[in-house]
C-alpha cells in the first residue's frame, strides 16, 4: 500500500515549456487534489477532482489544467511554463464516507521555471 | 474572508518544553479545523483535528485548544522532543462547490525543538 505517490520528484523547465505531473492513489479514494507550496505562502488549491472524469477549479487555477481519466490518477499539466509556477507541488486524495478534512499527501514535486 | 493567520512563523523550543502555535480565522462557515505535520521532503500528514463544538482535544503530547467566540484555536505540543522538529500547518475546513470540503491552510511554523 503506497498511499498517494507523485512522479516525478524534481524538474527544471525553461519558460514556455511543458509538463504534466502524475499523481496516483492505491486507497481507492474519490476525491483528488492538488496543491502549490510557496515560502510564507502555506499550501493553495490549484485544481481538485470529486470523482473519475469531474474536476473543478480550485484558489489558483490559472495556468494549469487536469485531468482524471481513472480513478486512481489524478495528472495536472502546465501548458507554458512560467517562473511564478516554481513552487514544490502536492497532490493530496480523501474518502468521500469520511469526512474530507483529512486528505492524504503525496510526497511532492519540486518544480523549478528558469 | 477565508484566511487562516497563523503565528508564529518559526518557533524554538527547547527538549522538555511546550510548543505552542496559534492560528485564528474569520469565516464562521468553517466546521473542521485540522493540524498537519510536515517533515522536510515529505508531504503534510494530518496531526490531530477538533470540532468547533469542542473546546480541547488531546492525543497524547498532543492539545488543540478552541476559542469559538474568539475565533482562535492553538496547538500545544507538551515535553517537546527533537523528532517533532517540523513544520505545523493550522487548516480550516468548508463546504466546496458542494461536494466536498476545502481545506484553507496558515502559512506554516517552523519549529526547531533543540536536545
Known amino acids: 500500500n503506497a498511499g498517494v505517490t507523485q512522479t516525478p520528484k524534481f524538474r527544471v523547465l525553461k519558460t514556455g515549456q511543458s509538463m504534466t505531473l502524475l499523481c496516483a492513489q492505491d486507497?481507492?479514494?474519490?476525491?483528488m487534489y492538488w496543491y502549490r507550496q510557496d515560502p510564507g505562502m502555506g499550501l493553495r488549491l490549484i485544481h481538485y477532482?470529486?470523482?473519475?472524469?469531474?474536476?473543478a477549479k480550485g484558489e489558483v487555477p490559472d495556468g494549469y489544467n487536469v485531468s482524471r481519466l481513472k480513478k486512481q490518477n489524478f495528472l495536472l499539466g502546465l501548458e507554458s511554463a512560467a517562473p511564478s509556477q516554481t513552487s514544490v507541488y502536492f497532490c493530496?486524495?480523501?474518502?468521500?464516507?469520511?469526512?474530507?478534512?483529512?486528505?492524504?499527501f503525496g510526497p511532492g514535486t519540486r518544480l523549478t521555471v528558469t | 474572508q477565508q484566511q487562516v493567520k497563523q503565528s508564529p512563523q518559526s518557533l524554538i523550543v527547547q527538549k522538555g518544553g511546550i510548543s505552542i502555535i496559534n492560528c485564528a480565522y474569520e469565516n464562521t462557515a468553517f466546521d473542521y479545523f485540522p493540524w498537519y505535520q510536515q517533515f522536510p521532503g515529505k508531504g503534510p500528514a494530518l496531526l490531530i483535528a477538533i470540532r468547533p463544538d469542542v473546546s480541547e482535544k488531546k492525543e497524547g503530547r498532543f492539545t488543540i485548544s478552541f476559542n469559538k467566540s474568539a475565533k482562535q484555536f492553538s496547538l500545544h505540543i507538551m515535553d517537546s522532543q527533537p523528532g517533532d522538529s517540523a513544520t505545523y500547518f493550522c487548516?480550516?475546513?468548508?463546504?466546496?462547490?458542494?461536494?466536498?470540503?476545502?481545506?484553507?491552510f496558515g502559512t506554516g511554523t517552523l519549529l526547531a525543538v533543540q536536545p
Open positions: 487548516a480550516a475546513s468548508m463546504r466546496y462547490g458542494g461536494a466536498t470540503n476545502k481545506l484553507i
Open positions: 477532482s470529486v470523482g473519475e472524469g469531474t474536476t
Open positions: 486507497m481507492n479514494h474519490e476525491y
Open positions: 493530496a486524495s480523501s474518502d468521500q464516507r469520511r469526512s474530507s478534512y483529512e486528505q492524504y
